[in-house]
């Protein structure tokens, strides 16, 4: 998949040349890490943040879309992420790893986006992680059921509407661990917070979906 259209951005925000296709490859063939693409990127190799690009785009784009419920409007906000990202690279300095410095980005820019708007995002569609899945599957004695099939169907549809239920940072947070897989501490360096108010929020986020399902699962 090609990088995002008009990115990046031509404004002078990074000093650049005209990269050249050897530019971002390594001579041996083995794929360069996040941090040695940042690096040359820094340098001014424009190439080298395209593979950023190619690299972490699908996941941006499905986690704003997550966060924003509404993907049709995913991609321009994303691009928005990328283009910010692109704007801060002199000052990321790899204390952290890139992706978790890129997804709070992607976090501020949505709800920044949300903000805007001044409107609640529509359709959004959470799946259950497989934890939950097992817990639930276990719960229901026939699953090849009909009746079994129409709860499964419920118990979606329930968790979707808790989680678009859930204030904004409980959100976030139960999509970044169970959507994203990332962990706790990188979380917390998403979301610009202390570990222990990750831990807080994704507890009371799971509370919150629990208190939900229990009138389907009891």
Known sequence: MKPMANFPPSDGSMQS????????????????????????????????????????????IKLVARLLRDPTEAEDVAQEAFVKAYRALGSFRGDSAFYTWLYRIAVNTARNAMASRQRRPLDYEADLSE????????RMRHTDTPEATVLS?????????????LPEDLRTAIILREAEGLSYEEIAAAMDCPVGTVRSRIFRAREAIDRSLKPLLD
């Open 17 to 60: 040349h005209e990269p050249r296709e050897e530019d971002a490859r390594p001579a041996s063939g083995v794929e360069l890490s996040d941090l040695e693409l940042v690096r040359r990127a820094q340098r001014g190799e424009r190439g080298a943040f395209d593979l950023l690009v190619l690299r972490y785009q699908h996941k941006v």
């Open 131 to 138: 934890t939950e899945q097992s817990a639930v599957e276990s």
């Open 153 to 165: 169907d419920e118990i979606h549809q329930t968790v979707n509407r808790a989680v678009a239920d």
